[in-house]
């Protein structure tokens, strides 16, 4: 089993920026992929960004040059760096975890809201 802890999501002006972070615990040895989805009312869930084992990463075209995602060297938390935040970016936003065997894992997810 797979524990993913998400964290740092709040308010924020547009323009501004955030770091997500996203704790992983249990089995991490299991997993070869993790990453970060999100979700505005409304609307399906979306893939913003993900990072293999290898280190290969992975965004969505309209995120590409204002979202990095990134790791620890020990694979045990999962940072997303958003910059240039706007209204769009208003979402539930999700850690995700994949094992080798394709289990599926997510997080409880963290509130980010771009707003003056």
């Known amino acids: 089993q797979v524990q993913l802890v998400e964290s740092g999501g709040g308010l924020v002006q547009p323009g501004g920026s955030l770091r997500l972070s996203c704790a992983v615990s249990?089995?991490?040895?299991?997993?070869?992929?993790v990453g970060w989805y999100r979700q505005a009312p409304g609307k399906q869930r979306e893939l913003v960004a993900t990072?293999?084992?290898?280190?290969?990463?992975n965004y969505a075209d309209s995120l590409k040059g204002r979202f990095t995602i990134s790791r620890t060297d020990a694979k045990d938390t999962v940072y997303l760096q958003m910059n240039s935040l706007n209204s769009e970016d208003t979402a539930v936003y999700y850690c995700?975890?994949?094992?080798?065997?394709?289990?599926?894992?997510w997080g409880q997810g963290t509130q980010v809201t771009v707003s003056s």
């Open positions: 995700y975890a994949r094992s080798a065997v394709l289990d599926h894992y």
């Open positions: 249990g089995s991490i040895f299991s997993i070869n992929l």
């Open positions: 990072i293999t084992r290898g280190g290969s990463t």
